[in-house]
């Protein structure tokens, strides 16, 4: 089955600064990759997703990259608040009827103000 | 639109004692799962559903039954409760047909077992 693996488990910045979390997966047949974000006491919430058709996209502050060949893919969060501050979980499945999400151990983002 | 509700919020078991922990959603979804997580370990797989009716197993199944009758509901239950279930439980549910597969998250559930 699909393994994902995240890096580093935590990460600290100053708030201003950017930041950059890598996961990589295991099975090249994974064509959808979701970011999500969990606040401390609060549920998982998507904050973007790229497809395998795409090799970047990108939403204000965050962006996505994608990288097929060596099967890994990145967040990038620029400007970083202390309302970044948060768990974020990297994931990689198929779509359709075999969607299946399988999801990384998470990164705890501390942004210094 | 609820979107995804569970409930208990929190809830606290003996060794031994079996519970039920409910999910529904309103958003017409095929898809549902069950995860737990634990710290360090991420989100991991329960048990999911591509439909009422049909029900498979995921990562971590050993101690948990799911059945799902209807497409709004998908319970989760504890046959025989031990400390190692110890958890928070999330319920999610997602479209599978179309371009996204955006899981959308319940609450969670706290689950603490004596």
């Known amino acids: 089955g699909e393994n994902v693996e995240q890096h580093p488990s935590t990460l600290s910045v100053q708030e201003g600064d950017s930041a950059v979390i890598k996961c990589t997966y295991s099975?090249?047949?994974?064509?959808?990759f979701p970011w999500y974000k969990q606040e401390l006491g609060k549920r998982p919430q998507l904050i973007i997703d790229?497809?395998?058709?795409?090799g970047e996209k990108k939403d204000q502050r965050i962006a996505v990259t994608l990288n097929k060949t060596a099967k890994h893919f990145s967040l990038h969060i620029t400007e970083t608040q202390p309302e970044d501050s948060a768990v974020y979980f990297c994931?990689?499945?198929?779509?359709?009827?075999?969607?299946?999400?399988?999801f990384g151990k998470g990164i705890t983002l501390s942004v210094r103000p | 639109n609820a979107g995804v509700t569970q409930t208990p919020k929190f809830q606290v078991l003996k060794t031994g004692q079996s519970m039920t922990l409910q999910c529904a959603q309103d958003?017409?979804?095929?898809?549902m799962s069950w995860y737990r997580q634990d710290p360090g370990m991420g989100l991991r797989l329960i048990h999911y559903?591509?439909?009422?009716?049909?029900?498979d197993q995921g990562e971590v199944p050993n101690g948990y039954n799911v059945s799902r009758s209807t497409t709004e509901d998908f319970p989760l239950r504890l046959l025989s409760a031990a400390p190692s279930q110890t958890s928070v439980y999330f319920c999610?549910?997602?479209?599978?047909?179309?371009?996204?597969?955006?899981?959308?998250f319940g609450p969670g559930t706290r689950l603490t077992v004596l």
């Open positions: 099975d090249s047949a994974s064509n959808y």
């Open positions: 999610a549910s997602n479209h599978l047909a179309g371009s996204y597969n955006e899981q959308f």
């Open positions: 994931a990689a499945s198929l779509t359709g009827a075999n969607s299946k999400l399988t």
């Open positions: 790229i497809r395998s058709n795409v």
């Open positions: 559903s591509v439909g009422a009716g049909i029900t």
């Open positions: 958003m017409n979804h095929e898809y």
